[in-house]
């Protein structure tokens, strides 16, 4: 969310940023708001000076035996004592329309973001390992499940309808061991603190790390108005809300692995057999608050520990920087780690990480205060997939299936399940 004294500063970088996000320009309506609140507020000051002015003349007026004045001025004291009670309801009006407004503008980009229209022009970043060579015609993930009976769409359809999955056996062991994993990895080598954080959350949360107002409709609410969480990253961004921090305690890095939800999984009609656009799903997530001189290396921090599970997974991905027609609303740069998929013959999505700057931080009044200087400033807010647990469960059932329809456990993987090479039909 921005600070509408920077837009009156720098109108035309904010109306460039949205043009490169395929948006018009904001300015123009902006200013408009803010200048009618602010000379409202001034008539409002005027009055309130006035108020107390006449109070003054009042006694003045009696003690000089004016009494006609003295009531001139009682009169006028009530009169502007009912225009300053009305007038303070009509600013908090004009700056709730404000603060509504400004929230619906997404961030602006930082200047190495290419520009671009949508997921076309983004640019890949840097390619690691190598695609694996099959001597077979490789199957897509929901051919193998359905074909060793460890994953079914039917009796998910009976239970929850479309989008959804029920996973069993060794396929459903094998999607916890991969969040047990990454878990272990992000707290051990990477100096993440696992967090177990609700999965319900208030509107002021979900406001914080901007789900809301613009994506309400892509999301679950629940009877009494709460929020099941479409990622991690909304309770564990909002873990600092509406504090102040020191600057030592900077950075904070956060971890959590749990169910996600979300009721908008995708265009329609795309993706709709297999768990790659779920409505439920597990991920891993990642969440770094940060000071403004080092969250830019931070966002590179924070891609190399997602990088880190596909390699020692062993699987082939690429990076991308996206473009700004491509990137999310809060985001000032985004990477994303596309893994290779046999089956498909395609890369897809498995991992985001983001900076958005104070973006997030000043929806949530969260500050820090600087060892040296005074005063206190916004903190920076980074989030990321580390990785999505369902996508990362496609990529190693594809990327390691057999002839004979079974798939090798990826060696990372079998501490976590006893040791088991290979599951095979149940």
Known sequence: MFDIKWIRDNP?????????????????????????????????????????????????????????KAAALIDEIASLKSFVQNGEEEERRLTALLDDELATIPNVPLAEVPFGESEHDNAVHHVSGEKPDFDFEPKQHFEIGEGLGLMDFEAAAKLSGARFVVLKGMLARLERALAQFMLDLHTTEHGYTEIAPPLMVRDE???????????????FRTMDGRWLIPTAEVPLTNLVREKILAEAELPIRVTAGTPCFRLEAGSAGRDTRGMLRQHQFM????????????????LD????????????????????????????????????????????????EISSCSVCGDFQARRMGTRYRPTE??????????????????????????????????VTVPEALRPYLGGLETIGRA
């Open 301 to 348: 921090r924070m891609r190399d520990c997602a990088e880190k599970v596909l390699q020692r997974l062993g699987i082939h991905y690429r990076v991308v920087t996206l473009c700004t027609g491509d990137m999310g609303f809060a985001s000032q740069m985004t990477y994303d780690i596309e893994a290779w998929l046999p089956g498909q013959n395609t890369y897809r």
């Open 373 to 406: 200087g005074k005063g206190v400033r916004y903190v920076h807010t980074l989030n990321g997939s580390g990785i999505a647990v369902g996508r990362a469960l496609i990529a190693v059932i594809e990327n390691y299936q057999n002839a004979d329809g079974s």
């Open 283 to 298: 991920k891993v997530e990642m969440v770094s608050i940060t000071t403004a001189e080092s969250s830019r290396a931070e």
């Open 205 to 219: 949360v979900m406001f914080g790390t901007a789900q809301l107002p613009k994506f309400a409709e892509d999301q």
């Open 12 to 68: 035309e970088a904010l109306d460039k940023a949205l043009a490169s996000r395929g948006m018009a320009p904001a300015s123009p309506r902006l200013l408009e708001m803010d200048e009618a609140r602010r000379a409202h507020v001034a008539r409002l000051q005027e009055a309130q000076e006035r108020r107390n002015a006449a109070s003054k003349e009042i006694g003045q007026a009696k003690a000089s035996g004016d009494e006609a």
